[in-house]
Nanobody
Framework: QVQLEESGGGSVQAGGSLRLSCAVS????????MGWFRQTPGKEREGVAR???????AYADSVKDRFIISQDNDKNTLYLQMNNLKPEDTGMYYC???????????????????WGQGTQVTVSS
């Protein structure tokens, strides 16, 4: 069983940056693929970025060239560096793991089965 805990959220002005962290503990056998998702009230959770165990990455078009997903296996931590933040980036951000499949493109809900509790990001204009 894997446990995930996000941190690093906060409030920033448009154009600012934040780095989210996701601490991973427990049995890491299921870390074939890891991803970041976000959700705002009334909307479906959407995939933001994902990273394969071998290091390949993929991003949603809305965050491409602004967000960077990375992982530090020594620290058992997943990161999401978010630059040039926009008000539309506001939401609750979740990290998640996929045990058996890593999509070629941005992460999809159906492939991920373990989730953290989320960290709130608020971007003001």
């Amino acid at each position: 069983q894997v446990q995930l805990e996000e941190s690093g959220g906060g409030s920033v002005q448009a154009g600012g940056s934040l780095r989210l962290s996701c601490a991973v503990s427990g049995n890491r056998y299921s870390l074939y693929c890891m991803g970041w998702f976000r959700q705002t009230p009334g909307k479906e959770r959407e995939g933001v970025a994902r990273i394969h165990g071998f290091g390949t990455t993929a991003y949603a078009d809305s965050v491409k060239d602004r967000f960077i997903i990375s992982q530090d296996n020594d620290k058992n931590t997943l990161y999401l560096q978010m630059n040039n933040l926009k008000p539309e980036d506001t939401g609750m951000y979740y990290c998640a793991t996929a045990p058996a499949y890593c999509p070629a493109g941005p992460p999809k809900l159906v492939d991920f089965d373990t989730w953290g509790q989320g960290t709130q990001v608020t971007v003001s204009s």
